[in-house]
């Protein structure tokens, strides 16, 4: 093989490491426009959101007193929906997360990083995976009820 040979084929590759960067750099800048179009219009949303929501909760003991849901004063009601609502249906969640889709095998590898044995495994896959779900479903469940007022709590 000779030196015009090998110039040619340094030359080719030199090109092809070009055109590869070149795509990478066109791929990125296709990535932040499709980034950019979805997330401005999501922050307008939650920016609208908040500033509402955020308005009916600092009026809701003021000139919007006489407007109720569920019974409940705007503010209330916004508590109740994170505290009652949300935060069970977010336990809920994490426990399903946590158990089916990482795994109980993931958890005690992380904490069994330093050699420390994992000494409550077995309570903790029954709690994680059965306990807490049901406990954080009866609380959801009693919380609707009890603002729907087929309970009294």
Request: aromatic share 8%; with cysteine.
């Amino acid at each position: 093989m000779g030196k015009g040979n090998r110039n040619r084929i340094a030359k080719e590759q030199e090109k092809a490491q070009k055109q590869k960067e070149l795509e990478k750099k066109q791929r990125r800048q296709r990535r932040i426009k499709i980034a950019t179009a979805v997330l401005v219009p999501c922050f307008a949303v939650v920016l609208i959101g908040a500033i509402v929501l955020g308005s009916l909760s600092a009026l809701g003991y003021g000139p919007l007193a006489r407007f109720t849901v569920f019974g409940m004063q705007f503010l209330d009601f916004f508590d109740f929906l994170t505290n009652s609502v949300m935060m069970p249906i977010a336990a809920i969640t994490i426990c399903l997360l946590v158990s089916r889709v990482i795994g109980v095998e993931k958890i005690e590898e992380e904490v069994t990083l330093e050699g420390k044995p994992f000494r409550r495994k077995r309570i903790f896959n029954f709690m994680i995976k059965y306990l807490c779900p049901i406990f954080a479903a009866i609380i959801l469940i009693s919380s609707v009820a009890n603002a729907l007022g087929v309970i009294s709590m």
